[in-house]
């Protein structure tokens, strides 16, 4: 089994810039691609990044492409998100995904259930 852990939520200004971690641990040979969605309270998921295994695919979301990066350690299951300029409308919780299949990120999907992994989430609140 592989467990999901997210780092790095937390209430930030807007116009700040903020990083979120995320590793697996268990059976983690795998080669995963990794990426974050995110809900904001009451609303569905939002796709927000994806990265494949050797980072040579990247995809953002349409709300956050000009001011996120993802990258992620070469040869492990460890991923960051850096997002800039703030806005309170980024408010969610973001959650950690991993999957075998690049194409969930690349056409995102946002159930849960299509993933392979999904991780419970951390909180970021943007205060205006």
């Known amino acids: 089994q592989v467990q999901v852990e997210e780092t790095g939520g937390g209430l930030v200004q807007s116009g700040t810039s903020l990083r979120l971690s995320c590793a697996l641990s268990?059976?983690?040979?795998?080669?995963?691609?990794m990426g974050w969605f995110r809900q904001p309270q009451g609303k569905g998921f939002e796709f927000v990044a994806g990265?494949?295994?050797?980072?040579?695919?990247?995809y953002f979301g349409d709300s956050v492409k000009d001011r996120t990066t993802i990258s992620r350690v070469a040869g492990q299951n460890t991923i960051y998100l850096q997002m800039n300029s703030l806005k309170p409308e980024d408010t969610a919780v973001y959650h950690c995904?991993?999957?075998?299949?690049?194409?969930?990120?690349?056409?995102?999907?946002?159930?849960?259930?299509?993933?392979?992994?999904w991780g419970r989430g951390t909180q970021v609140t943007v205060s205006s």
């Open positions: 990265i494949s295994w050797n980072s040579d695919e990247k």
């Open positions: 268990g059976r983690t040979s795998e080669r995963f691609a």
């Open positions: 995904v991993a999957d075998t299949d690049i194409s969930r990120f690349m056409k995102p999907v946002t159930d849960t259930q299509a993933h392979d992994y």
